[in-house]
């Protein structure tokens, strides 16, 4: 059994997804040279987008598209992002010329970076990089007013290989074949700010394999990661540097990546607490935690993919070189943004376990607040503990008494919040579940289908002490309305056909004794989403917490904004069964399970 195979935009669609040639866009006189794309909500250059059905103007999300011309010229276009997916044809394709940036002047355009900026003010920021070493920064005003905002004739001193924007579009980095930049947009003038070295805090570990540094030549492009804590460019080689027997042969270009941390700050970050064992001013903490928390904080938008390996990186990083109450210090600050988030910060550090407090609070968060939450703890605060050690705390409420023997008070501390973080999402997604099909069921929903939500209802009856009450009420309804279902449904090993229970959502242990079932039967992992046994064979898993899964999850549930919201969507109107491949507890898209040998074991 093959779990279902997704795309980008198709994640419903059970068939792999060809990409099909639609036509040609006469976008230039001359060679096209470079072009970027970027996707807005609100009508940036107030082009009427109009349905090729009917006449009427519709309301969607536009993609802009850039293009840069060995001529010089460079042209802004404007499409419909649901018609691109269904065009087949040129003539249907929905893609319109909105206007010309600036005038050809016969220098290659060699680079463009488009950043769209939602707030306050809708606007856009374009950077032109040209063949010159020149850079020009456009400002696209969401009237569809375009202007230059500031102009720097000799940026570098050979052609601009790369342009990339920091997310709030503050800061603009560029390549050259000469050197690798960083710059501020203050009003009308590109400030060129100092690349920050932390090679020797952070430091970043070669690949034995790679060429030595004296082998670098040309920056030949750069990019930005998800959250801008690291940059990457990519570097030509001086063959005659290179080892003419191994490397010469398989190495035509490296990748070499620095850490970032250029916000400026005006406060002076107090050191007296921190355990600093290397070289790190108040200064550069305080940027660094500035840089973290404008990260997180633009994260919480449920609309935006949840991309957290960098922010993780630079706190276990930061942990190791300062101490690990810089990392309560970020938590606390973060946690205080939140709705009660004052509250938040105290009700974790209480003792009882689990707190009426927390639980309160965490049940007003949203479900992205609480995926970055179970994340952060996951991987910098347990990060020494195996993901399947903290998934047996997380589904068992077990007594700070019983932890109390073998667990520190830290760790104790954080165990707790993941099992409480946790729990409010399982309640969330059985909860988004069954209200499927309750409403389902009212149009005539099949046997076969009742069975996928079972173990959900069952975990819900079983756990009906610490779930919520209108958790209760729908589990009880579906229960009494499908009973003989319910009773019937005894799951069984697939290896030795002995009955399984329902002992934990997420592994289970069969009741056979025969040879090769151990003293407890044999293990097996359940589905984190349907709570079903995984069958053998091909399965999704969680990088994260490691669990396992045949299914999706609604993706009503990924935009919660709280517990309460899922009561009153579920009480208006069916939730919508759209399904999205993502982890219900850790936020982040599951991956299909490879063997490991097919797997690379250096990044090369």
């Given at each position: ?98 206007k010309q940036v600036g005038r050809a002047d016969s220098v ?70 000469d050197s690798l930049k960083v710059w501020e947009v203050l ?77 400026r700050s005006n406060v002076e970050e107090d050191v007296s ?332």
């Open positions: 059994m093959f779990p279902p195979s997704y795309s980008i935009n198709h994640v419903n669609n059970h068939n792999h997804v060809d990409a099909s040639f639609l036509g040609f866009l006469d976008a230039h006189k001359s060679w096209v040279t470079t072009l970027c794309w970027a996707g807005c909500d609100f009508d940036l250059l107030r082009v009427n987008m109009v349905s090729p059905a009917s006449s009427v103007t519709v309301s969607t999300q536009k993609l802009l598209l850039v293009t840069g011309c060995a001529d010089g010229s460079v042209k802004i276009w404007a499409a419909r992002s649901d018609s691109l997916s269904t065009a087949t044809s040129m003539e249907s394709l929905p893609i319109s010329f909105c290659p355009v060699t680079s463009l970076a488009l950043v769209v900026l939602s707030k306050p003010n809708g606007r856009a920021l374009l950077a032109v990089g040209k063949s010159s070493g020149s850079i020009a920064v456009y400002e696209i005003q969401h009237s569809g007013i375009c202007q230059q905002l500031c102009y720097r004739e000799i940026a570098h001193q050979q052609t601009v290989t790369g342009l990339s924007w920091r997310y709030d579009g503050r800061y603009l980095y560029s390549s050259g074949q009003n009308t003038k590109l400030k060129p700010l100092k690349l920050p070295d932390w090679s020797d805090i952070f430091p970043i570990i070669n690949s034995p394999d790679l060429c030595s540094a004296d082998a670098l030549q040309s920056f030949l492009g750069v990019s930005l990661s998800h959250n801008c804590m690291t940059l990457v460019t990519v570097r030509d080689l001086d063959s005659d540097a290179l080892d003419q027997m191994y490397q010469a042969r398989s190495q035509r270009a490296v990748l070499q990546m620095f850490w970032l941390g250029n916000n607490f921190f355990d600093i064992r290397k070289r790190l001013t108040g200064d550069e903490i305080m940027r660094w935690k500035v840089n973290i928390l404008s990260a997180l904080a633009q994260l919480e938008d449920p609309s935006k993919p949840l991309v957290l390996w960098d922010v993780t990186a630079v706190v276990s990083l930061l942990k190791e070189a300062v101490g690990g109450d810089v990392v309560l210090r970020i938590l606390s600050e973060w946690l205080k943004g939140w709705n009660r988030g004052g509250d938040a910060v105290a009700a974790i550090g209480e003792t009882e376990n689990p707190s009426p407090h927390l639980l309160k609070v965490v049940s007003e968060a949203s479900c992205r607040q609480l995926h970055i939450l179970n994340v952060f703890c996951r991987r910098v605060l347990l990060v020494h503990l195996k993901p399947e050690d903290i998934n047996t705390c997380a589904s068992e409420d077990e007594s700070s008494a019983e932890r109390g023997s073998t667990v520190e008070g830290d760790e104790k501390l954080w165990r707790k919040c993941v099992y409480v973080v946790e729990h409010e999402l399982r309640q969330r997604l059985v909860h988004c579940r069954l209200s499927i099909a309750t409403h389902t069921n009212e149009d005539g929903l099949e046997e076969k289908d009742i069975t996928n939500f079972l173990m959900n209802t069952k975990w819900a009856i079983e756990n009906s002490s610490s779930i919520s009450a209108e958790l209760r009420k729908v589990a009880t309804q579906l229960r009494k309305s499908h009973l003989d279902l319910y009773r019937a449904s005894l799951e069984t090993c697939h290896l030795c056909g002995s009955p399984v229970a329902l002992s934990s959502p997420d592994t289970a242990s069969c009741q056979g004794s025969g040879p090769g079932t151990g003293d407890n039967g044999h293990g097996l992992q359940r589905c984190c989403i349907s709570m079903k046994l995984c069958p053998p064979g091909c399965q999704w898993y969680c990088s994260c917490c490691q669990r396992r899964s045949i299914e999706q999850t609604p993706s009503v549930f990924f935009g919660l904004s709280s517990r309460s919201q899922l009561v009153k969507l579920a009480s208006h109107a069916p939730v919508e069964n759209d399904t999205y491949p993502g982890c219900p507890y850790c936020g982040v898209l599951m991956r299909r399970m490879v063997p490991s040998f097919f797997l690379t074991p250096t990044l090369v």
